[in-house]
């Protein structure tokens, strides 16, 4: 909704008239100061309390007592999205959120409480929390109302905002205390678009409502791959974006969103519109997942969808059943433009795996390795591509857990399990009587992005409970690898973003992680096919080590083919290096084939210093966080920002729970990056260049915590530390400079506060 609407909403909702019975505070002035030090904790769903500072609805919502995060949740959550689930300052409350504004002039709001309390507090500088101050991301919250403030004060006094950091610049908490002493005046006017993109939304919106049925098919699957994208004109302003949404009215009139869980669910019997809504929230890279539209693009969507010759008879029905079988639901569309078009951005898509919406992402990461390396299979050599029987006879097995809803866990995990295990029998005979058996797959079964298209190599990196992906192949050789094909993309995609749901009940959170269990499997299988057939079971072996790994495994009915020949004739005693090498070097320039820093040749390492700390094993490794991002001051007056990743090492990824219990952190070993990467940074190091010897050199002598005490005493930023937010612009600012359209706010929850006794691993 516009805000100068919402602001109206807001003052008739208050008992006031126009605004300027408050103090008109400058919104410009207190955006930029609620961005870099509000919505670092407050962008997402995890975002305390469900403060969601990223817009004025946001605002005006307020919070909430109701975490969306809850393991043990027995029933469906109502859904809380923004913009979405309520449409009024009324109907939030009629949810349950209370209020964070002043309600009246003159009136002390929370917001205000809460600065004033951070103000009055402030927490020692360069010094660890008090205990008192919980991080943990599933800490209790009191969440309090504003009647609930004073006691809330009196048994927590160090809970003020910002919460656990250095204390705001007096100019800013000034700033912020005069705006919402004065009423906290939000816009009262949006942006209209320019010309020109206006008639490209224009434009698209006709191409996205074409009547015909073929049209209307394709709009339907690219509106539920592309729901969450936010989509970016060619040549615009880059930090405009637009969403995809289901609106009851029709371009030229005002959005009316079509609020449902899922983007496959039933729209209603009144007819739809999709439409192009202008994104006006602070951009959260966490949630940031961009995809372009052009020209070409139509150009592009035309030549794959409604050039084939394909017929349409009756357009599929909706709901969880078609939505949990996107095989079937779009069986009339050809499965290679399907699976083209997800190979053409496959970036954006294997990011929407992991970023979106979804911010305690720690139940779906901790399926997969803390690096991995991911290539995909030629549309040529996919027999679901190129037999239209097979995917006509095995869609029926293909079905995801989403389409099962109201069965409990069990149901749902041997449902799930039974015709998995009847999908590989059934995939496994028609590719023992295909071509490929007799030869093997060659490295012309890999696409190679027709030399052209750089989205056909990705590494993909876990940071415990989040995740990062990126095109070309980064860090040392890694343990595994993947080769994924069109069945396993689609799946993957709709279980764990199109039929994901975030506020979904225990058997839904758990049956998803359960079949991306395996779907991962699926994945190292297809590249175990590449490998010589005698070494295919004890590289296996290693990847599940552990008795309760090979049970895992024997459950899961995985035997691995050691029948089915390899096409490639090895020439060195190291095949998954020389494979996944050559992937590289057949690339048409598209990637490096050294890295940089981790795996450069002689002469050619970016950074010799930071060379030496990557794939190192070693004491020092354990007790670095997950991603921390290194700032090195030059001589320029500028900075060069590394991205550190802890890789860390297990027996096996098989299971569910108990981590700790299969952590290997004697091989751990760092991956180093010259530029940013993640979402949530753990931890920020800074020194001049000169000094990068010392630090390279003082943390391999890390063998203790009070070495690594030492270490951050040296180079770290703590929280507390005076530096802690001048350091965190420097970081935004460079970010947005680099990749104006890609950048987006870092999101703080995770950050670390070292202290003495504390497990490394």
Same mark, same amino acid.
């Given at each position: 909704?516009?805000?100068?609407?919402?602001?109206?909403?807001?003052?008739?909702?208050?008992?006031?008239?126009?605004?300027?019975?408050?103090?008109?505070?400058?919104?410009?002035?207190?955006?930029?100061?609620?961005?870099?030090?509000?919505?670092?904790?407050?962008?997402?769903?995890?975002?305390?309390?469900?403060?969601?500072?990223?817009? *004025?609805?946001?605002?005006?919502?307020?919070?909430?007592?109701?975490?969306?995060?809850?393991?043990?949740?027995?029933?469906?959550?109502?859904?809380?999205?923004?913009?979405?689930?309520?449409?009024?300052?009324?109907?939030?409350?009629?949810?349950?959120?209370?209020?964070?504004?002043?309600?009246?002039?003159?009136?002390?709001?929370?917001?205000?409480?809460?600065?004033?309390?951070?103000?009055?507090?402030?927490?020692?500088?360069?010094?660890?929390?008090?205990?008192?101050?919980?991080?943990?991301?599933?800490?209790?919250?009191?969440?309090?109302?504003?009647?609930?403030?004073?006691?809330?004060?009196?048994?927590?006094? !160090?809970?003020?905002?910002?919460?656990?950091?250095? *204390?705001?610049?007096?100019?800013?908490?000034?700033?912020? !205390?005069?705006?919402?002493?004065?009423?906290?005046?939000?816009?009262?006017?949006?942006?209209?678009?320019?010309?020109?993109?206006?008639?490209?939304?224009?434009?698209?919106?006709?191409?996205?409502?074409?009547?015909?049925?073929?049209?209307?098919?394709?709009?339907?699957?690219?509106?539920?791959?592309?729901?969450?994208?936010?989509?970016?004109?060619?040549?615009?302003?880059?930090?405009?974006?637009?969403?995809?949404?289901?609106?009851?009215?029709?371009?030229?009139?005002?959005?009316?969103?079509?609020?449902?869980?899922?983007?496959?669910?039933?729209?209603?019997?009144?007819?739809?519109?999709?439409?192009? @809504?202008?994104?006006?929230?602070? +951009?959260?890279?966490?949630?940031?997942?961009?995809?372009?539209? $052009?020209?070409?693009? !139509?150009?592009?969507?035309?030549?794959?969808?409604?050039?084939?010759?394909?017929?349409?008879?009756?357009?599929?029905?909706?709901?969880?059943?078609?939505?949990?079988? &996107?095989?079937?639901?779009?069986?009339?569309?050809?499965?290679?433009?399907?699976?083209?078009?997800?190979?053409?951005?496959?970036?954006?898509?294997?990011?929407?795996?992991?970023?979106?919406?979804? /911010?305690?992402?720690?139940?779906?990461?901790?399926?997969?390795?803390?690096?991995?390396?991911?290539?995909?299979?030629?549309?040529?050599?996919?027999?679901?591509?190129?037999? *239209?029987?097979?995917?006509?006879?095995?869609?029926?097995?293909?079905?995801?857990?989403?389409?099962?809803?109201?069965?409990?866990?069990?149901?749902?995990?041997?449902?799930?399990?039974?015709?998995?295990?009847? =999908?590989?029998?059934?995939?496994?005979?028609?590719?023992?009587?295909?071509?490929?058996?007799?030869?093997?797959?060659? =490295?012309?079964?890999?696409?190679?992005?027709?030399?052209?298209?750089?989205?056909?190599?990705?590494?993909?990196?876990?940071?415990?409970?989040?995740?990062?992906?990126?095109?070309?192949?980064?860090?040392?050789?890694?343990?595994?690898?993947?080769?994924?094909?069109?069945?396993?993309?689609?799946?993957?995609?709709?279980?764990?973003?199109?039929?994901?749901?975030?506020?979904?009940?225990?058997?839904?959170?758990?049956?998803?992680? +359960?079949?991306?269990?395996?779907?991962?499997?699926?994945?190292?299988?297809?590249?175990?096919?590449?490998?010589?057939?005698?070494?295919?079971?004890?590289?296996?072996?290693?990847?599940?080590?552990?008795?309760?790994?090979?049970?895992?495994?024997?459950?899961?009915?995985?035997?691995?083919?050691?029948? !089915?020949?390899?096409?490639?004739?090895?020439?060195?005693?190291?095949?998954?290096?020389?494979?996944?090498?050559?992937?590289?070097?057949?690339?048409?320039?598209?990637?490096?084939?050294?890295?940089? +820093?981790?795996? /450069?040749?002689?002469?050619? /390492?970016?950074?010799?210093?930071?060379?030496?700390?990557?794939?190192?094993?070693?004491?020092?490794?354990?007790?670095?966080?997950?991603?921390?991002?290194?700032?090195?001051?030059? $001589?320029?007056?500028?900075?060069?920002?590394?991205?550190?990743?802890?890789?860390?090492?297990?027996?096996?990824?098989?299971?569910?729970?108990?981590?700790?219990?299969?952590?290997?952190?004697?091989?751990?070993?760092?991956?180093?990056?010259?530029?940013?990467?993640?979402?949530?940074?753990?931890?920020?190091?800074?020194?001049?260049?000169?000094?990068? &010897?010392?630090?390279?050199?003082?943390?391999?002598?890390?063998?203790?915590?009070?070495?690594?005490?030492?270490?951050?005493?040296?180079?770290?930023?703590?929280?507390?530390?005076?530096?802690?937010?001048?350091?965190?612009?420097?970081?935004?600012?460079?970010?947005?400079?680099?990749?104006?359209? @890609?950048?987006?706010?870092?999101?703080?929850?995770?950050?670390?506060?070292?202290?003495?006794?504390?497990?490394?691993?």
């Amino acid at each position: 909704m516009p805000g100068r609407v919402w602001v109206l909403l807001f003052a008739s909702l208050i008992g006031f008239g126009p605004l300027s019975a408050f103090a008109q505070a400058d919104w410009s002035q207190v955006k930029p100061v609620l961005d870099k030090r509000c919505v670092v904790c407050h962008g997402c769903y995890d975002a305390p309390c469900q403060v969601k500072l990223t817009s *004025p609805e946001g605002l005006l919502r307020g919070g909430s007592k109701l975490a969306v995060y809850h393991s043990q949740r027995l029933e469906d959550a109502q859904p809380t999205r923004l913009g979405q689930d309520a449409t009024t300052v009324e109907g939030w409350r009629d949810l349950g959120f209370h209020p964070v504004l002043p309600q009246a002039q003159g009136e002390t709001s929370l917001l205000e409480r809460y600065l004033a309390l951070g103000a009055e507090n402030p927490l020692p500088p360069n010094a660890p929390l008090p205990d008192s101050l919980e991080l943990a991301l599933d800490r209790p919250l009191v969440c309090p109302t504003d009647q609930e403030f004073d006691a809330f004060r009196e048994s927590h006094p !160090m809970a003020g905002m910002p919460y656990g950091t250095a *204390p705001l610049a007096a100019s800013e908490h000034a700033l912020l !205390m005069d705006w919402v002493q004065g009423g906290a005046a939000l816009p009262n006017a949006a942006t209209p678009l320019p010309d020109d993109i206006q008639e490209q939304v224009t434009a698209w919106e006709a191409f996205l409502n074409a009547p015909d049925p073929r049209a209307q098919l394709m709009n339907r699957y690219l509106f539920e791959h592309l729901f969450l994208a936010r989509l970016h004109f060619e040549g615009d302003d880059p930090r405009r974006f637009f969403q995809m949404v289901r609106s009851r009215t029709p371009n030229g009139e005002e959005i009316d969103i079509i609020a449902t869980r899922r983007p496959f669910d039933d729209p209603g019997a009144d007819p739809f519109f999709y439409r192009l @809504q202008p994104f006006d929230e602070t +951009i959260v890279h966490k949630e940031h997942l961009v995809y372009t539209l $052009s020209p070409d693009r !139509m150009t592009r969507f035309q030549a794959l969808f409604l050039q084939p010759n394909w017929a349409l008879t009756d357009l599929p029905s909706y709901g969880d059943a078609e939505g949990g079988d &996107p095989f079937s639901t779009f069986a009339a569309i050809p499965a290679r433009s399907r699976y083209q078009f997800l190979l053409d951005d496959a970036l954006f898509f294997v990011r929407s795996f992991i970023r979106g919406p979804v /911010c305690h992402g720690e139940t779906a990461v901790d399926v997969i390795e803390d690096r991995f390396w991911v290539s995909f299979l030629d549309p040529d050599a996919d027999l679901s591509i190129t037999d *239209p029987s097979f995917l006509a006879e095995g869609a029926a097995l293909l079905e995801l857990p989403v389409a099962q809803v109201g069965q409990n866990l069990g149901d749902l995990h041997m449902f799930s399990h039974q015709n998995q295990a009847q =999908y590989l029998e059934f995939r496994d005979t028609r590719y023992r009587n295909s071509p490929a058996y007799q030869t093997g797959w060659g =490295y012309d079964a890999i696409w190679d992005g027709e030399g052209t298209n750089p989205n056909a190599l990705i590494t993909v990196f876990r940071h415990f409970d989040n995740a990062s992906a990126l095109t070309g192949f980064h860090g040392d050789i890694p343990e595994t690898a993947w080769v994924i094909d069109y069945p396993v993309f689609e799946r993957i995609y709709y279980n764990l973003v199109a039929g994901y749901d975030v506020f979904g009940r225990v058997e839904h959170q758990l049956a998803t992680r +359960i079949y991306m269990d395996e779907l991962r499997m699926e994945s190292e299988d297809n590249f175990l096919t590449f490998m010589p057939r005698n070494l295919r079971p004890g590289m296996h072996e290693n990847w599940y080590r552990g008795v309760l790994a090979r049970l895992h495994t024997f459950w899961h009915t995985r035997r691995i083919d050691d029948t !089915m020949p390899t096409g490639i004739t090895f020439e060195t005693n190291a095949p998954k290096q020389e494979f996944l090498l050559q992937l590289l070097a057949r690339g048409n320039g598209l990637w490096l084939l050294s890295d940089p +820093i981790n795996r /450069c040749d002689g002469g050619d /390492c970016a950074q010799d210093a930071l060379t030496s700390l990557t794939s190192q094993t070693g004491p020092w490794v354990k007790f670095l966080p997950d991603l921390s991002l290194l700032v090195v001051e030059t $001589s320029d007056e500028k900075a060069d920002v590394f991205t550190l990743i802890h890789d860390k090492a297990h027996t096996n990824i098989a299971f569910l729970f108990d981590e700790s219990a299969r952590r290997e952190p004697e091989k751990d070993v760092l991956t180093i990056l010259p530029e940013m990467i993640g979402s949530y940074p753990n931890f920020f190091f800074k020194l001049p260049e000169a000094q990068l &010897p010392d630090f390279v050199q003082a943390v391999k002598a890390v063998a203790t915590q009070e070495d690594w005490m030492q270490l951050v005493a040296d180079f770290g930023v703590r929280r507390t530390s005076e530096d802690f937010w001048a350091i965190s612009d420097q970081i935004h600012t460079r970010f947005l400079k680099d990749n104006p359209i @890609q950048a987006g706010i870092l999101d703080l929850n995770r950050y670390k506060d070292p202290k003495l006794g504390e497990d490394p691993t």
